[in-house]
């Protein structure tokens, strides 16, 4: 991976040990970038947000 690039598992790790409103700021960011028509922050955090959830509900 190059510099810069997002880590999606390494993001999801960060997450798993602060969850605290971090769904609802992913939330903020999707609704932000689609009004302003950034597709690719879109579609990161489309496949992100149901990701975060799922790791969620396997760490109970």
Known sequence: MSEGEFDLQEYLAMVRRDRADTLDCLRFLLEEA???GLTSVVELLEQ?????????REDG
Request: hydrophobic share 50%; glycine share 8%; aromatic share 8%.
């Open 48 to 56: 992100a947000i149901p990701e975060i959830e799922a790791a969620f």
């Open 34 to 36: 689609q009004k302003g």
